[in-house]
């Protein structure tokens, strides 16, 4: 069974950046894409971005794509995500997500392994 772990949410003011970390336990993290969504209060689940087993492909919701990174480091069985120049309307909580395949996707559907979410709160 695999684990997922998101840290590195908290409270930053607009303008500001964040790093979110997801540690995940299980020996093949390294062939496995992964993925980050966020939900807001009342409103569904949403893509974020996401990346292939080796990190050679990566997709971002387009208007996200300027201000976010997704990278991973498959030696420490981590995927992270660096998110710069925040917006109140970024607030959310942050959630990471492991398909059982090497190919990434963009639908909460095709994840098979969810974190707990971390929260993420932008002030004006």
């Known amino acids: 069974q695999v684990q997922l772990a998101e840290s590195g949410g908290g409270l930053v003011q607009a303008g500001g950046s964040l790093r979110l970390s997801c540690a995940a336990s299980g020996r093949t993290f390294s062939t496995k894409a992964m993925g980050w969504f966020r939900q807001a209060p009342g409103k569904e689940r949403e893509f974020v971005a996401a990346?292939?087993?080796?990190?050679?492909?990566?997709y971002y919701a387009e208007s996200l794509k300027d201000r976010f990174t997704i990278s991973r480091d498959n030696a420490k069985n981590t995927v992270s995500l660096q998110m710069n120049s925040l917006k109140p309307e970024d607030t959310a909580v942050y959630y990471c997500?492991?398909?059982?395949?090497?190919?990434?996707?963009?639908?909460?559907?095709?994840?098979?392994?969810w974190g707990q979410g971390t929260q993420v709160t932008v002030t004006s």
């Open positions: 990346i292939t087993w080796s990190g050679s492909t990566r």
């Open positions: 997500a492991q398909r059982n395949i090497s190919v990434a996707a963009t639908t909460a559907l095709d994840y098979d392994y």
